[in-house]
């Protein structure tokens, strides 16, 4: 088979990638493949150089022997990619990659302590669970740690990289959620690290006297009843988008505070009667064994606005709402959720600000206010915490903790509260 013109065969170079710039005003080395055009770039195991430094690399005298080191490795990279490139009788990027990185890539003891591979791996898994919200977050703490450190060992993770890490995220407007989720990832990454061994315990760097990862404050979300009743009297138009809105905030509230993925993934055979059973789709993924299943009591406001907005075809498989459809890929039950949610927290939001209510109404409002009112009522902590769905009762008394402010002002107004 003859070979590609001269003009138009691919060509490979060693270059200094000057598209981003590192913290330390460094650059990363990257091999640069270019054909008919089209340019791209492939990280190589070499020392990161300013732009001085590359300048330095193509002068005849050259005496810092890091620099002579680094030089000769990049010979040997452009070399090799020569000579697959000539080898190749037809030319694909995918083909390159594969006959090029084969030998070029780590072991698999060191691939094994790639943090960044972890979390890829972490990502597919997540993806392929259909868990798209979930892998989305692990991707984000994904580029958040590349952009702080372009290469990562579990070894190198200790008290004081995350420390670092932290800060590095707070001096860049992170809220302590944002830290708190981030950090809980990578912990979650070295977790699995120490369970195969990879880490010694000695080495762990989470946990008292090492880092510890920052606790995200409550900030109180509940409304009162009275804040509830005036949403609930305020008139929108039938069959609107701010109609559907309401009433699907209050399904969420009359419904155990059911989230709006749970609300889109209804079934009707889900549905018996007055009560409503489900998994939550945050646990149904879990190993946990026997889950139990979350039960709702429809009210008849709750069921009127069922029906309201209902399919009106009812199969036992078929959905509850018209949402999502029947062959919905994850990514797009993604999408469609993540719509409806902005819908609601967007109209909900507008009445609030008309009704004069000073806080933000959204569809976490209203699960809050769901176990808020009842726990005003005098509900046992338990019912509360089987109500939402949770497995631990701490993780119940933790959702509580912010809506104690109002009970202890009351109590502190009752000090001088004197009889005439």
């Given amino acids: 088979m003859a070979k590609a013109p001269k003009e138009s065969r691919p060509t490979a170079a060693v270059v200094l990638d ?8 460094t650059y990363p080395l990257r091999l640069r493949v270019t054909y008919q055009r089209e340019r791209k770039y492939y990280s190589i195991k070499l020392t990161d150089l300013t732009q001085t ?10 005496r810092d022997d890091k620099l002579r080191e680094i030089r000769d490795k990049i010979k040997t990279y452009e070399s090799d990619a020569d000579s697959v490139l000539k080898d190749m009788d037809r030319f694909t990027f ?3 990659e594969k006959l090029y990185f084969d030998d070029h890539t780590t072991d698999a003891s060191q691939k094994a302590q790639d943090v960044y591979h972890a979390f890829e791996e972490q990502i597919k898994r997540l993806s392929q669970q259909g868990s798209a919200s979930t892998a989305s977050i692990y991707q984000t703490t994904l580029n958040s740690l590349k952009a702080f450190k372009p290469r990562l060992r579990f070894e190198e993770i200790t008290p004081t990289f995350l420390e670092k890490y932290d800060d590095y995220l707070t001096s860049r407007g992170k809220s ?3 830290v708190s989720i981030y950090l809980r990832n990578i912990r979650t990454m070295v977790n699995a690290a120490k369970a195969k061994g990879l880490i010694a315990a000695n080495e762990y760097p989470f946990g008292k006297n090492r880092y510890e990862v920052p606790a995200a404050r409550n900030v109180k979300k509940a409304l009162t009843l009275a804040e509830i009743e005036k949403i609930y009297h305020y008139q929108t138009e039938t069959g609107s988008i701010a109609d559907r809105a309401k009433d699907f905030w209050f399904f969420s509230y009359l419904c155990n505070g059911i989230n709006v993925k749970d609300i889109c ?4 055979k889900d549905i018996d009667g007055d009560r409503v059973s489900f998994i939550r789709a945050k646990t149904a993924r879990t190993k946990r064994r026997n889950q139990k299943a979350v039960v709702v009591i429809l009210t008849d406001v709750a069921r009127a606005i069922l029906d309201k907005w209902a ?3 009812q199969t036992p498989d078929g959905y509850v709402f018209p949402i999502l459809p029947a062959d919905v890929t994850p990514q797009r039950e993604r999408e469609l959720v993540q719509y409806l949610t902005r819908s609601i927290n967007k109209y909900v939001g507008r009445i609030a600000i008309e009704l004069g209510i000073d806080k933000p109404v959204t569809t976490y409002t209203a699960r809050h206010s769901f176990s808020t009112v009842l726990k005003r009522s005098g509900a046992p902590i338990e019912f509360i915490s089987e109500s939402l769905g949770h497995h631990d009762l701490r993780t119940t008394e933790n959702y509580l903790d912010s809506f104690e402010d109002d009970v202890k002002r009351q109590y502190a107004n009752n000090l001088l509260n004197f009889k005439s």
Avoid at 265 to 268: A, D, M, Q
């Fill in 311 to 313: 399919n009106k075809q």
């Fill in 176 to 178: 302590v959620t944002t």
């Fill in 53 to 62: 430094e590359w300048d330095k690399l193509s002068g005849e005298r050259l």
């Fill in 265 to 268: 993934r209804l079934r009707w």
């Fill in 94 to 96: 995918a083909r390159f």
């Fill in 18 to 25: 000057t598209r981003r710039q590192k913290l330390d005003g």
